[in-house]
T-cell receptor
Framework: LAKTTQPISMDSYEGQEVNITCSHNNIATNDYITWYQQFPSQGPRFIIQGYKTKVTNEVASLFIPADRKSSTLSLPRVSLSDTAVYYCLVGALGSTLTFGKGTMLLVSP | DVKVTQSSRYLVKRTGEKVFLECVQDMDHENMFWYRQDPGLGLRLIYFSYDVKMKEKGDIPEGYSVSREKKERFSLILESASTNQTSMYLC???????????FGSGTQLSVL
């Protein structure tokens, strides 16, 4: 399984765009990149998944460069309720996914 | 929406007790997973199952077993609970060819 590296924590203010980058240098051809969000005392929640280039949904955007060795989760105009831990996972469809320690995002007023 | 229900939100047990954590899903998903989450360690996979009566060890299976007699139910068993098994336990499911995991709300287990 490809190992991922992401910042332990990030700080932001309401209304700002937040970009969280994940490194996955040994990503395999069949691997997809998936991001989850977790609030305290809850299970993680799927945010977005992609294979290459750019994916956008109603919550976030995911940017993946051509070499796929990294990816960036972009949260537009964050609010206090976006304070959470964000996990980057890499793996092939059908494989088990390993969660790292994630990035703790703190959004302040 | 997929619903993943864990039987208890909080549980307190004594060392040496046999503990059952139950997880039920209502979406006919083939795959079910048990994770534990500890501060500073993220989520770690204990066991998973891709089908009824099938089980596979995850990264930290020691001290645990599982049972999947029906497709919708996946049980985690602590044969003899120990204090180092105090943790948040999370059940998850996936299926239909999609790798999106759906998690339950978790069971905070304290072993005294």
């Amino acid at each position: 399984l490809a190992k991922t590296t992401q910042p332990i924590s990030m700080d932001s203010y309401e209304g700002q765009e937040v970009n969280i980058t994940c490194s996955h240098n040994n990503i395999a051809t069949n691997d997809y990149i998936t991001w989850y969000q977790q609030f305290p005392s809850q299970g993680p929640r799927f945010i977005i998944q992609g294979y290459k280039t750019k994916v956008t949904n109603e919550v976030a955007s995911l940017f993946i460069p051509a070499d796929r060795k990294s990816s960036t989760l972009s949260l537009p105009r964050v609010s206090l309720s976006d304070t959470a831990v964000y996990y980057c996972l890499v793996g092939a469809l059908g494989s088990t996914l390993t969660f790292g320690k994630g990035t703790m995002l703190l959004v302040s007023p | 929406d997929v619903k993943v229900t864990q039987s208890s939100r909080y549980l307190v047990k004594r060392t040496g007790e046999k503990v059952f954590l139950e997880c039920v899903q209502d979406m006919d998903h083939e795959n079910m997973f048990w994770y534990r989450q500890d501060p500073g360690l993220g989520l770690r996979l204990i066991y998973f199952s891709y089908d009824v009566k099938m089980k596979e060890k995850g990264d930290i299976p020691e001290g645990y077993s599982v049972s999947r007699e029906k497709k919708e139910r996946f049980s985690l068993i602590l044969e003899s609970a120990s204090t180092n098994q105090t943790s948040m336990y999370l059940c998850a499911t996936s299926g239909g060819g999609k790798e999106k995991l759906f998690f339950g709300s978790g069971t905070q287990l304290s072993v005294l």
